[in-house]
């Protein structure tokens, strides 16, 4: 026992040892070992200037000075200041927000800490070549830095280290492997910059903002270049992307004063076509010439845009292939685009994609259910829309300080407003004008809230709904196999004509907006029944008969049906429908071929394997062999249980 107590005893000691302050002339030291201390500021608020030294001496102790504390002299008056060799680390906010002026810093330092020299009025720095690391925003402000010096031995640059600093050269030196994002951001002064052999990494938002910034060689072993890492640099004229660059990020070069592209030749991730970057399949466009390009066909094998590949370009008209589906994050924001086709395949827009452009009149593809946040926010000569009647959503800022504007909504459903909090964030801020809708629709958009900003006019013709649909939206599948036809039956409750024997049927996954669908073998195939008023969609196999998926348990699942399928009498058309449906692993039956459920096996059941095969029900219990597919062989096998074969 009075070993253990003698430990404690020790250990207690050594940790008010280790905590022990004093004060040598104008500097506070904290111990941090046997024969270390840091500095933890000033003795007090009256020191303008401070000269650390190699080692401090107290009660016969002498200690090394190793580093600067956290916030050691945040908001101080020190106006000068000099850091020995023998301190490796400027902790945390070291100097956050002091007066300094003049700095000189050692070799021996290791780690220029975040937010340490955060300082407004440093002018110079010259960094030793022993610093590993430059912390996070470590010059996050200081606006008269005018004169930055690095050495080799360097190895990172962190976030956001020279935030809006107005350095107006820099040399980054070989040693250095990754500037984090938004290292140089708005550093508006930076004229040349020089990189060498060895960056590898090149941060989201490195260099945006730098206005002044004529261009960089990039080196041959960079990987990746961040989003927006060179953003509104409009000097700008030209990028080269090195073999080694296997990752672009959103927005690189936008806004820039590009004219021409450079790639490797040996890059094997991306590709130019006609002077325009695509990933190497040619799938998605990854971005424009900024300057010089005034109208552009994206080729067929396209299917999507890049986040801001046109944003802030010359490019007036643009025409879109059938194969697109997805148009990302400002991806012609503040262009000079007039003119661009919307492909009905298209099932998501990106947040502002449009904001700022020249449109005038825009028809909106009835497969991209939502408008998103500020989509045609800023287009003040937009003046016409047409709304599809599958728009389930218009988000914030959506076509925000548009002033007067034409809308022609095609449902009878009114797509809802979505929640917001400031009167900016209204999806309809500072626009004004009319909205014409179906006959009898007034009442809905009225209650939507559309008239507050527009006057809601009834057109002449209604359109078609069905009465109800199988499955319903909301269903729950069941069954053994996880095997689901693609087949949906609507009733309608007066006679319709068919419109399209072949429609535009989508399932999609989970959302609305994936740009990948669940297809058939063959097509999708329409058929009305003999009373007019049952419409049967299903996708056909090789042999015409229904075609079913594997679902997967609690997954949600849309069908995707488009408009027009059908017309009454007075020649009004069906709407845009979908509909969600979700697969459970349901029971065996107790009576193995009891198709329909009643217990027993007969020549019902028969029946229901064929109206299986005919599309004209989904049962999947129809599968009685179990091998994916309803046809012949489960006929003949319902017809062998019945004969107790």
């Known amino acids: 026992m009075k070993k253990i107590l003698l430990t404690f005893a020790v250990l207690a000691g050594l940790s008010a040892a280790a905590q022990a302050t004093f004060t040598v002339g104008d500097l506070k030291y904290v111990v941090t070992g046997d024969n270390t201390v840091e500095v933890a500021g000033a003795a007090n608020n009256d020191v303008m200037s401070i000269d650390v030294p190699l080692t401090v001496e107290n009660e016969g102790t002498t200690y090394d000075v190793t580093a600067i504390g956290d916030e050691a002299f945040r908001w101080s008056k020190i106006t000068s200041a000099v850091i020995p060799s023998s301190v490796k680390v400027i902790k945390h906010g070291a100097f956050n927000g002091a007066d300094l002026v003049s700095l000189t810093l050692n070799e021996g330092l290791e780690v220029i800490g975040d937010y340490s020299l955060a300082c407004k009025n440093l002018t110079a720095i010259d960094v030793p070549s022993t610093v590993r690391s430059i912390g996070g925003s470590a010059f996050f402000g200081a606006t008269s830095l005018a004169q930055v010096t690095l050495h080799e031995g360097l190895k990172t640059i962190g976030k956001s280290s020279f935030y809006k600093v107005p350095v107006t050269t820099l040399d980054i030196p070989a040693s250095v492997d990754s500037i984090y994002a938004t290292a140089f951001l708005f550093c508006n002064k930076l004229e040349t910059v020089t990189l060498h052999e060895g960056l590898k990494y090149m941060g989201d938002g490195a260099f945006n903002g730098c206005t002044v910034l004529k261009g960089m060689t990039l080196p041959s072993t960079l990987t990746y270049i961040g989003m927006e890492c060179f953003l509104g640099n409009t000097l700008m004229e030209n990028i080269y992307i090195g073999a080694g660059v296997k990752e672009l990020g959103q927005s690189f070069m936008a806004k820039t004063g590009i004219k021409q592209i450079n790639l490797d030749e040996n890059n094997p991730y991306y590709k130019l076509v006609d002077g325009v970057l695509y990933d190497i399949t040619g799938q998605v466009l990854y971005a424009v010439p900024m300057k010089g390009l005034a109208a552009y066909t994206v080729p067929e094998s396209t299917y999507a845009i890049y986040g801001g590949a046109f944003w802030g370009s010359e490019v007036a008209t643009v025409t879109l292939p059938e194969s697109i589906t997805v148009i990302d994050d400002y991806a012609f924001c503040q262009s000079a685009l007039a003119n661009i086709n919307l492909p009905e395949g298209i099932t998501y827009f990106g947040e502002q994609a449009f904001a700022a452009t020249q449109l005038t009149e825009v028809v909106l593809p009835e497969n991209a259910p939502y408008i998103q946040d500020g989509q045609f926010a800023g287009c003040t000569k937009l003046k016409k829309v047409t709304l599809p009647s599958s728009i389930l959503q218009v988000y914030n800022h959506a076509f925000s300080n548009n002033g007067s504007m034409t809308f022609y909504a095609l449902g009878s459903k009114a797509p809802e407003i979505m929640d917001y909090y400031e009167d900016y964030d209204d999806p309809f801020y500072n626009v004004s004008g009319t909205i014409y809708v179906p006959k009898g629709a007034k009442a809905a958009y009225q209650e939507a809230g559309y008239h507050y900003y527009f006057t809601i006019v009834e057109g002449d013709a209604t359109t078609v709904l069905p009465v109800a649909t199988s499955p319903a939206d909301g269903d729950t599948i069941q069954n053994m196999s996880g095997y689901v036809p693609m087949s949906v039956t609507l009733t309608f409750d007066e006679p319709v004509e068919l419109l399209q024997a072949n429609p535009r049927v989508h399932i999609r996954t989970n959302y609305l907006y994936v740009p990948t669908d669940i297809t058939p073998d063959d097509q999708w195939v329409a058929s009305l029944s003999g009373d007019q008023k049952t419409l049967t969609v299903y996708g056909a196999d090789l042999d015409g008969f229904t075609c079913q998926f594997k679902a997967q348990e609690n997954t ?90």
């Open 556 to 645: 949600d699942y849309y069908f995707s049906l488009p408009a027009g399928m059908v017309k009454n009498a007075a020649g009004e058309e069906s709407e845009h429908i979908f509909i969600r449906f979700n697969y459970e692993k349901g029971e065996t039956p107790a009576v193995p071929g009891d198709v329909n459920g009643n217990g027993s096996v007969g020549v019902e059941d028969v029946n229901e394997v064929i109206n299986v095969m005919l599309g004209t029900s989904q049962n999947a219990l129809a599968d009685v062999d179990g091998n994916g597919s309803v046809g012949i062989e489960d006929v003949n096998a319902v017809i062998n249980i019945m004969l107790g074969k």
